[in-house]
């Protein structure tokens, strides 16, 4: 089955704890993409990658690291997180930015 | 940066009653995204399209990339129906994707 997986589907973590949250797709999908959901805010674009070894900013990439070794995987870092990250996360593959985009389940992040 | 508006943020319907979602965005695009996020969470894609118009089941969606204006039509609203729908443009000769803020449809039977 193609799909998008992330995990951990929820955290609670502390404040300057570093945390990773993996995501993983099975499509071959050269476009990779995380997001952060927040009450009134919307969906905004932390990180893309559009191929292996390269990645590049979205709009809110502060405190957050990302890492493209593999096709497949697209994991995003927190190495000291705050309480102001506390968020939905997803992960989204896609062939290119251009064409149909697969979300993953989605991660709450409660940063306390 | 494309700057991406959505209209309504809510929006609440009578089974049956045809339904538009507006979006318009500030710079030109190649392509325009349409997803439904349903009540659990989940994300979905529904649309990409990049001219005209595209219809899948009882949704349609169209583009006008002269006006930067784009609308979501449901046509015989389901209470299943009943989801936030976002709008997604990348930026002009960029890969970055600048969402709107959604419009939360309530189909009541």
């Known amino acids: 089955e193609a799909q998008v997986t992330q995990n951990p589907r929820y955290l609670i973590t502390v404040t300057g704890k570093k945390l990773t949250v993996t995501c993983s797709q099975n499509?071959?999908?050269?476009?990779m993409s995380w997001y952060r959901q927040d009450p009134g805010l919307g969906l905004r674009q932390i990180y893309y990658s559009m191929n292996v070894e390269v990645t590049d900013k979205g709009d809110v990439p502060e405190g957050y690291k990302v890492s493209r070794k593999e096709k497949r995987n697209f994991p995003l870092i927190l190495e000291s997180p705050s309480p102001n990250q506390t968020s939905l996360y997803f992960c989204?593959?896609?062939?290119?930015?251009?064409?149909?985009?697969?979300f993953g389940p989605g991660t709450r992040l409660t940063v306390l | 940066k494309n700057e991406v508006e959505q209209s309504p943020q809510n929006l609440t319907a009578q089974e049956g009653e045809f339904i538009t979602i507006n979006c318009s965005y500030s710079v030109g695009i190649s392509a325009l995204h349409w997803l439904q996020q349903h009540p659990g969470g989940g994300i979905v894609s529904l649309f990409m399209?990049?001219?005209g118009k595209k219809k899948h089941g009882r949704l349609i969606a169209t583009i006008n990339i002269q006006e930067k204006h784009s609308s979501l039509h449901i046509t015989a609203s389901h209470p299943r129906d009943s989801a936030v729908y976002i709008c997604a443009a990348p930026g002009a000769g960029s890969y970055q994707l600048t969402f709107g803020k959604g419009t939360k449809l309530s189909v009541i039977p």
């Open positions: 989204a593959s896609s062939l290119n930015p251009y064409n149909e985009q697969f």
């Open positions: 499509m071959n999908h050269e476009y």
């Open positions: 399209l990049s001219s």
